[in-house]
């Protein structure tokens, strides 16, 4: 519906005009009146009216004023001047004015309704070739921004016109452009321009902060729900002079999306956050190897936990990865079975089968516990023979040393009689259990002391001492001092 109004110091004229005709029957609505040029222009610029009739002669501002401040201000309503009496100098202002047309009062109905029906016609017409424009404009600059982006020829005088300006860019690989399509209007709602370039979409945010950047990016990822999407992110805001270096940026940033799986945005500022955790290959396969052979699960998943942020620590490639786990596997069940015989060791075929399936490093990590967790319910490290049963229990308390343990629980655990067993351990070993224990335990407090700012009745506990006392007298009479003076001791000597 086109919107009309009308403007006339004269009450019968407008309410005449208002109920001449059935104006929606001719596709418009009728929004106002206004009795005088005055409050019509007031009017005029509030509702922006598509069509105004107005009379030429009306008391303060007439209906030629009014018309030309309206033009002076852009406004791009059409005007139509009523008029009481034919006048020929006013017809030529109309003219030079750009009315559509000067109609004399009383309006006849079968001079008004031709002349409306042209009017919407001519404004239907304007209204397509303005969106035609529109369109081509919007492709132009679409076309001009991949130009600029990706090192092709644009005008000379193009990026001068965003000198002023701040921009973040961000990237969504994908070979779902045909899913994505229907979503596009709403994209671009939301960014200042989108440009598609080889399965890659780019988002460039204008002058914008970068918390507003991300909640767009969140609402555009909460409308591609149904499709797999992960975003590329740079913090920073850059001038138009380095967006260039930004698209190179954003592609290392995208290389390291196959450890990153579980972050919608991935940002630079995330991947640089991420230090090197010390990661020690041998010490990670010794320890798991004991984690399996005593099917601790929660173990099992810490250690996988570590190995991925191992792995996005290093920043390694996919392929890289992919190698790496691979071989590490390998590893884990060559010591797997060196200790027991009978294991079953999945074939070659069958590892580099679930690794090559996963599409990221969280879905190849997560195949590889449920692998070893599988490895793990189907041996029982419990059940050992007479010679390697001590290294056994050695083992247990190496990694559960936390634990409330004794010789009575290790016999238990290892199907074996108390008794028997401690005096095995204490034949093999060359002491008893409970100072093996405590050897065990104090040599992880010593650890614990050095490496962290734990209080030491914290130490105590972490390593399965309750009574903090009976640990300060272990420690000291095992180390020499107590707990607290070696910590300062350790302090004091590397400041």
Request: net charge neutral.
């Given at each position: 519906?086109?919107?009309?109004?009308?403007?006339?110091?004269?009450?019968?004229?407008?309410?005449?005009?208002?109920?001449?005709?059935?104006?929606?029957?001719?596709?418009?609505?009728?929004?106002?009146?206004?009795?005088?040029?005055?409050?019509?222009?007031?009017?005029?610029?509030?509702?922006?009216?598509?069509?105004?009739?107005?009379?030429?002669?009306?008391?303060?501002?007439?209906?030629?004023?009014?018309?030309?401040?309206?033009?002076?201000?852009?406004?791009?309503?059409?005007?139509?001047?009523?008029?009481?009496?034919?006048?020929?100098?006013?017809?030529?202002?109309?003219?030079?004015?750009?009315?559509?047309?000067?109609?004399?009062?009383?309006?006849?109905?079968?001079?008004?309704?031709?002349?409306?029906?042209?009017?919407?016609?001519?404004?239907?017409?304007?209204?397509?070739?303005?969106?035609?424009?529109?369109?081509?404009?919007?492709?132009?600059?679409?076309?001009?921004?991949?130009?600029?982006?990706?090192?092709?020829?644009?005008?000379?005088?193009?990026?001068?016109?965003?000198?002023?300006?701040?921009?973040?860019?961000?990237?969504?690989?994908?070979?779902?452009?045909?899913?994505?399509?229907?979503?596009?209007?709403?994209?671009?709602?939301?960014?200042?321009?989108?440009?598609?370039n080889e399965h890659k979409l780019y988002l460039l945010f204008r002058n914008q902060t970068l918390e507003e950047v991300k909640q767009s990016i969140i609402a555009i990822s909460h409308d591609l729900a149904?499709?797999?999407?992960?975003?590329?992110?740079?913090?920073?805001?850059?001038?138009?002079?380095?967006?260039?270096?930004?698209?190179?940026?954003?592609?290392?940033?995208?290389?390291?999306?196959?450890?990153?799986?579980?972050?919608?945005?991935?940002?630079?500022?995330?991947?640089?956050?991420?230090?090197?955790?010390?990661?020690?290959?041998?010490?990670?396969?010794?320890?798991?190897?004991r984690t399996i052979e005593f099917q601790d699960e929660k173990a099992i998943e810490r250690h996988i936990q570590l190995l991925e942020k191992h792995f996005q620590a290093t920043r390694f490639s996919k392929?890289?990865?992919?190698?790496?786990?691979?071989?590490?596997?390998?590893?884990?069940?060559?010591?797997?079975?060196?200790?027991?015989?009978?294991?079953?060791?999945?074939?070659?075929?069958?590892?580099?089968?679930?690794?090559?399936?996963?599409?990221?490093?969280?879905?190849?990590?997560?195949?590889?516990?449920?692998?070893?967790?599988?490895?793990?319910?189907?041996?029982?490290?419990?059940?050992?023979?007479?010679?390697?049963?001590?290294?056994?229990?050695?083992?247990?308390?190496?990694?559960?040393?936390?634990?409330?343990?004794?010789?009575?629980?290790?016999?238990?655990?290892?199907?074996?009689?108390?008794?028997?067993?401690?005096?095995?351990?204490?034949?093999?070993?060359?002491?008893?259990?409970?100072?093996?224990?405590?050897?065990?335990?104090?040599?992880?407090?010593?650890?614990?002391?050095?490496?962290?700012?734990?209080?030491?009745?914290?130490?105590?506990?972490?390593?399965?001492?309750?009574?903090?006392?009976?640990?300060?007298?272990?420690?000291?009479?095992?180390?020499?001092?107590?707990?607290?003076?070696f910590q300062k001791t350790y302090r004091k000597a590397f400041k």
């Amino acid at each position: 519906m086109l919107k009309v109004l009308f403007i006339d110091d004269e009450p019968f004229i407008r309410e005449g005009m208002a109920s001449v005709i059935d104006w929606e029957k001719y596709g418009y609505q009728v929004i106002g009146s206004a009795e005088n040029g005055k409050i019509g222009l007031q009017k005029i610029r509030a509702y922006r009216p598509d069509l105004v009739f107005v009379d030429i002669q009306m008391p303060g501002l007439s209906g030629i004023e009014v018309v030309s401040q309206a033009n002076k201000e852009g406004i791009s309503s059409k005007f139509v001047v009523l008029s009481g009496h034919s006048d020929f100098s006013y017809a030529q202002q109309s003219i030079r004015l750009g009315m559509e047309s000067y109609l004399l009062k009383p309006v006849d109905e079968e001079e008004l309704i031709p002349l409306i029906q042209q009017i919407r016609m001519k404004w239907l017409k304007e209204n397509q070739l303005n969106e035609q424009l529109q369109e081509f404009k919007e492709l132009n600059e679409a076309s001009q921004w991949e130009n600029f982006l990706f090192g092709k020829k644009v005008d000379s005088d193009w990026s001068s016109y965003f000198q002023a300006d701040s921009f973040h860019l961000a990237s969504l690989m994908t070979n779902e452009e045909a899913m994505l399509e229907k979503h596009m209007p709403f994209i671009a709602k939301k960014v200042y321009r989108y440009i598609w370039n080889e399965h890659k979409l780019y988002l460039l945010f204008r002058n914008q902060t970068l918390e507003e950047v991300k909640q767009s990016i969140i609402a555009i990822s909460h409308d591609l729900a149904y499709i797999a999407h992960q975003f590329q992110l740079l913090e920073g805001a850059c001038g138009i002079d380095k967006l260039k270096d930004n698209i190179e940026q954003l592609s290392r940033l995208e290389a390291l999306r196959y450890s990153h799986s579980k972050a919608i945005i991935l940002t630079d500022q995330d991947v640089e956050k991420i230090s090197k955790t010390g990661f020690n290959r041998d010490e990670w396969l010794n320890t798991m190897t004991r984690t399996i052979e005593f099917q601790d699960e929660k173990a099992i998943e810490r250690h996988i936990q570590l190995l991925e942020k191992h792995f996005q620590a290093t920043r390694f490639s996919k392929d890289r990865m992919i190698t790496e786990v691979l071989d590490m596997v390998k590893s884990l069940y060559q010591k797997l079975q060196y200790e027991n015989k009978d294991i079953q060791i999945p074939s070659n075929e069958h590892v580099i089968s679930i690794i090559s399936s996963a599409d990221n490093l969280q879905a190849l990590l997560s195949n590889i516990k449920e692998l070893l967790w599988t490895t793990s319910t189907e041996m029982n490290a419990f059940i050992s023979n007479t010679e390697n049963i001590i290294e056994k229990v050695q083992d247990y308390v190496e990694q559960y040393y936390y634990k409330d343990l004794n010789m009575k629980k290790m016999a238990h655990l290892f199907k074996y009689n108390p008794s028997y067993l401690g005096k095995k351990f204490k034949k093999e070993t060359g002491e008893y259990f409970y100072h093996y224990l405590d050897r065990i335990r104090t040599e992880k407090a010593k650890k614990f002391l050095m490496e962290g700012n734990w209080k030491v009745y914290q130490v105590s506990e972490k390593v399965g001492y309750t009574n903090h006392d009976y640990f300060y007298k272990k420690f000291k009479k095992n180390v020499g001092v107590s707990p607290k003076e070696f910590q300062k001791t350790y302090r004091k000597a590397f400041k």
